[in-house]
Each structure stands twice: as C-alpha cells, then as structure tokens.
C-alpha cells in the first residue's frame, strides 16, 4: 500500500462516519447539546470539516474550501471566516446553528474530495516536508496529516456518542 492509499482510507473512514452520524437527524438534534456547555453534532460536523479544510489548505498551498467556494457566505454564521472552532465558548459554539445536515454534509463532502485530491499526489518522501516551525519539534506533513485525522476521529467519536444519546 502507498503512502497516499493510507492517507486516503483513513480520511475515507472518517467520511464514512460522518455521514453516519448526520443521516436522518433533525434540525433540533443537529443542535441539541447533551449537557450545558455541552457542544451538538452541527458543531462537531463543522469543526471537523473546518479543521481538515484549514489544516490540509495550508499544506497543499490553496485557498480553503470555505472561503473559495462560498461556504462562508451560504452558512452565514457569526464568526470570522478564519475561525475553526478550536477554543470556542459554549456561547460561540451556539453561533453554529440553523445550518441543515444537507449543508453541513456538502461542506463536508466538499472538503473532503479537495483532501483527497491533494493526498492522491503525495507519496513518503513528501511526508518528511516540515510544515510549520511554530512547534518543538517542528510538524512534518505526516504528522499534520496525522493530526488532522486525529482530531477529526475524535470528534466525530463524540458526535456518535451525541447521535446515541439522542437515539434513546
């Protein structure tokens, strides 16, 4: 197996539970959190596809998703259009609201085929490339990518884990 082929099954299983956990869900589960402070899995969706859409632009060198495609404007949220997410208040974590399942899915599924495409070119020396010096050690491209998948397996464990709750 390739080094790409990895990549591509890894981000591949995230999508598939990504898709898992939206299917069938209502406006008011996308948004109902379990607990105060608390976040929902329209949060959770979008964070994942905000996350892996900033941190996968950056290394491949392109504009984001979000931006390039009109994301920003169609989901019209009241945040920065830079923002991810990461470190968000439970009070700006209810800012991502009134954005349907469909459209979290197509943001989704848009960041996902631009990640694929970038990951389809790359083969293991290309992992080596350091990518941000702002660390100690400094971040390779395999280990953004690694992170990214990381983050994004975390989250949309706790979306399923949100999805079950709500299946009860």
């Given at each position: 197996m390739e080094i790409n082929e990895l990549l591509a099954d890894a981000f591949g299983r995230v999508q598939e539970d990504?898709?898992?956990v939206v299917d069938g869900?209502?406006?008011?589960?996308?948004?109902?959190?379990p607990g105060p402070g608390t976040n929902p899995?329209?949060?959770?969706?979008?964070h994942i596809a905000r996350v892996q859409d900033d941190h996968v632009s950056e290394?491949?060198?392109?504009?984001q998703t979000?931006?390039?495609?009109?994301?920003?404007?169609r989901f019209d949220l009241a945040l920065d259009d830079a923002d991810i997410g990461y470190g968000?208040?439970?009070?700006?974590?209810?800012?991502?609201?009134?954005?349907?399942?469909?459209?979290?899915?197509?943001y989704y599924e848009a960041v996902h085929a631009k990640t694929?495409?970038?990951?389809?070119?790359?083969?293991?020396?290309?992992?080596?490339?350091?990518?941000d010096r702002n660390w100690t050690p400094h971040v390779s491209l395999g280990v953004r990518l690694v992170s990214v998948v990381n983050?994004?397996?975390?989250?949309?464990?706790?979306?399923?884990y949100v999805r079950g709750l709500l299946d009860r």
């Open positions: 990504v898709r898992a869900l209502s406006q008011a589960e996308l948004e109902a959190r899995i329209g949060w959770l969706v979008w290394v491949a060198g392109r504009e979000w931006t390039a495609d009109g994301w920003s404007k968000h208040t439970s009070e700006q974590v209810g800012r991502v609201a009134g954005v349907s399942g469909a459209d979290l899915l197509a694929l495409e970038y990951v389809a070119g790359l083969t293991a020396p290309d992992l080596d490339r350091i990518v983050d994004n397996t975390q989250h949309v464990g706790q979306a399923a």
